[in-house]
């Protein structure tokens, strides 16, 4: 079973920075497209970042030149760097990642337990 453990989560003062690492069993980061999702109280989770297999990366509008999404393929780790935090970047972040089954190549994600990012103004 692929499990994924998110790390690096807490509490800061807006315009902090926090970097949010992503670690997991039996599969390869590098391999697939993985990414970072969030969801705040009482709404829907929503697409952070993602990187695919050849490192392409995408970002939604709020996390455009404030988070960078990266990897360590050495060590296959999934990291989120996270600067000039906001209020509203408070949220559960999550890590996923994107596999395929079968010979007709059949998506199946997986994701993390989550971990808790609190931005206070």
């Known amino acids: 079973q692929v499990q994924l453990v998110e790390s690096g989560g807490g509490s800061v003062q807006a315009g902090g920075s926090l970097r949010l690492s992503c670690t997991t069993n039996?599969?390869?980061?590098?391999?697939?497209?993985s990414g970072w999702y969030r969801q705040a109280p009482g709404k829907q989770r929503e697409m952070v970042a993602t990187?695919?297999?050849?490192?392409?990366?995408n970002y939604s509008d709020s996390a455009k030149g404030r988070f960078v999404i990266s990897r360590d393929n050495a060590e296959n780790i999934l990291y989120l760097q996270m600067t000039d935090l906001k209020p509203e970047d408070t949220a559960v972040y999550y890590c996923?990642?994107?596999?395929?089954?079968?010979?007709?190549?059949?998506?199946?994600?997986?994701w993390g337990q989550g971990t808790q990012v609190t931005v206070s103004s």
């Open positions: 039996r599969i390869v980061f590098q391999a697939y497209i």
């Open positions: 996923k990642v994107e596999t395929y089954r079968g010979s007709f190549g059949v998506r199946y994600d997986y």
């Open positions: 990187i695919r297999t050849y490192g392409s990366t």
